[in-house]
């Protein structure tokens, strides 16, 4: 890429970032990313192909805890960035220790993702494996990443100081469609701790996202209280989701699906707010 059109595009900070980014990619010389669809581990995918051409591949890990459609996204994704993705499948579902929903879920869940990344990276030759973990990351509790570290991990993003914002701001200068992609979360992460997570419990949760965002809503949450689906959309959007219409359509979908109450948090979208239960020493 024309560096006088990098310079003049990017502001100089996040300019700085972009080419210390690419120098740590270079120097890892091979590379397995795990990719998700996200922004995040797109900007990578699209960095990493970028700097490391063949010797770059991408892994989607399937899994019921993520929407179908998501999946499907995400490939086409990849072939927008170019890059060649290998799908495997996820068995966190039959690790009880994940399915027991303890605080330390996260950790559970990204121990199985690399367990099936590790072999994938022997087997062509890659000589590190990298995910999308960034510094906006740090703020909240989030145990994934000591698995990560305990294994050896690369984290590209992290160490070359990228932010959520500047995320968004690199990927949109190199026209990824995915840039104001809203964040994703799996949707254990709706389940209050210490509920079991099932998988009809996923499925239904699923659905009432799916209809929700049908109807507009992009930035949504349907938290799982057993019987209660608590929503969280924007501060912005909490008006629209009480307009009549909206508020009985939703209403009457999300009790079709098998919830007796239908309730809208008044703080609005919030990302990880079910950790919003644990104390420092839960941490």
């Known amino acids: 890429m024309d560096i006088t059109r990098i310079s003049t595009a990017l502001e100089p900070e996040l300019l700085i970032k972009y080419e210390t980014l690419k120098d740590i990619i270079a120097e890892y010389g091979s590379l397995l990313v795990a990719f998700s669809g996200g922004v ?15 010797r770059c591949l991408g892994a989607l890990a399937l899994s019921p805890t993520y ?21 495997t499948f996820s068995t966190e579902m039959e690790n009880a220790q ?33 995910y999308g973990v960034n ?20 984290t590209p993003l992290l160490d070359a100081g ?10 949109k200068f190199l026209d990824l469609s995915v840039w104001d992609k809203p964040s994703l979360a799996c949707f254990s992460s709706r389940v209050p701790y210490g509920s079991v997570i099932r998988t009809e419990m996923l499925q239904q949760i699923s659905a009432a996202e799916r209809f929700l965002r049908s109807l507009g809503f992009t930035q949504v949450r349907v938290r799982h ?4 689906a608590r929503i969280e959309v924007p501060e912005d959007a909490i008006a629209r989701m009480l307009e009549p219409e909206t508020r009985h359509a939703v209403e009457s979908k999300l009790r079709s699906l098998g919830y007796a109450y239908v309730t809208l948090d008044l703080r609005g979208y919030r990302t990880g707010s079910m950790n919003e239960t644990l104390n420092p020493s839960s941490k």
């Open 40 to 54: 995040d581990s797109a900007l990578l995918l699209k960095v990493a192909t970028d700097v490391l051409g063949s």
């Open 67 to 87: 929407d179908a459609e998501e999946s499907s996204a995400a490939l086409l994704t990849a072939h927008e960035i170019g890059a060649t993705v290998i799908t």
């Open 135 to 154: 510094s906006s990351d740090m703020g909240d509790y989030r145990p994934g990443q000591r698995s990560a570290k305990e294994r050896g991990i690369k």
């Open 162 to 171: 990228f932010t959520k914002d500047d995320i968004r701001a690199l990927a």
């Open 225 to 228: 209280h057993d019987t209660i």
């Open 98 to 130: 994940y399915t027991a929903n303890t605080p330390e879920r996260c950790y559970f869940c990204k121990e199985d993702l690399f367990q099936h990344l590790e072999p994938i990276a022997r087997e062509h030759g890659l000589s590190a494996i990298a």
